[in-house]
């Protein structure tokens, strides 16, 4: 099964900028769509939008215009950028990779955006 590593959270100021970074163990990561999700707590798992496997993009609405989904999949990685961050993004961030029937999860990041 692919292993997933996530890494890249942690304390931002409100309106900085992270890289979350989600790390699969093998190459043929290159056949999953990966979809990112948060959870704030107390909250239900929302949906981000999706990076497919040739690098076409979808977002939802709350990922529009600050957060920019990339891949390598040269190095099996995928990326999750996310700017001008707001306390309202406090949450964990997943990385789920998909295809087909086939799907993992990261671990999760943490992601705190204070001042």
């Known amino acids: 099964q692919l292993q997933l590593v996530q890494s890249g959270g942690g304390l931002v100021e409100p309106g900085g900028s992270l890289k979350l970074s989600c790390a699969a163990s093998?190459?043929?990561?290159?056949?999953?769509?990966v979809r990112w999700y948060r959870q704030a707590p107390g909250n239900q798992r929302e949906f981000l939008g999706l990076?497919?496997?040739?690098?076409?993009?979808q977002y939802k609405e709350a990922a529009k215009g600050r957060f920019t989904m990339s891949r390598d999949n040269a190095k099996s990685v995928a990326y999750l950028e996310m700017n001008n961050l707001q306390p309202q993004d406090t949450a964990e961030y997943y990385c789920?990779?998909?295809?087909?029937?086939?799907?993992?999860w990261g671990q999760g990041t943490q992601v705190i955006v204070s001042s």
């Open positions: 093998e190459s043929i990561f290159r056949i999953y769509a």
């Open positions: 789920h990779a998909i295809s087909g029937s086939l799907e993992s």
């Open positions: 990076i497919t496997t040739t690098g076409i993009t």
